[in-house]
Nanobody, 118 residues
Framework: QVQLVESGGGLVQPGGSLRLSCAASGLTFNNYVMSWYRQAPGKPRELVAAITRGGMANYADFVKGRFTISRDNAKTTVYMQMDSLKPEDTAVYYC????????????WGQGTQVTVSS
């Protein structure tokens, strides 16, 4: 059974930082592209950042230069360091695992709330 368990969300002031973690189990981690998505109230879910098993990362324009995605293949965990947070970053953040060649193998975590407010 595949499980993606996010942690690290919370309440932070504008300009602050948070580090999200997503621990994966039940899958061959190296075969998956790992991503973070977010969904704000009343808005569609959107891709924030993704990283391949080799460490190649890409980012949505709205987080470039502020967020950093990384992964530890030995620990089967993906991280996202979020700096210079803005109120518009407030959302539920979801971890996603997508197999590199078998498209039906696509899994989601339960989400973690990030609130940026003074």
């Amino acid at each position: 059974q595949v499980q993606l368990v996010e942690s690290g969300g919370g309440l932070v002031q504008p300009g602050g930082s948070l580090r999200l973690s997503c621990a994966a189990s039940g899958l061959t981690f190296n075969n998956y592209v790992m991503s973070w998505y977010r969904q704000a109230p009343g808005k569609p879910r959107e891709l924030v950042a993704a990283i391949t098993r080799g460490g190649m990362a890409n980012y949505a324009d709205f987080v470039k230069g502020r967020f950093t995605i990384s992964r530890d293949n030995a620990k089967t965990t993906v991280y996202m360091q979020m700096d210079s947070l803005k109120p518009e970053d407030t959302a539920v953040y979801y971890c996603n695992a997508r197999h590199t060649s078998v498209t039906v193998l696509n899994y989601w975590g339960q989400g973690t709330q990030v609130t940026v407010s003074s």
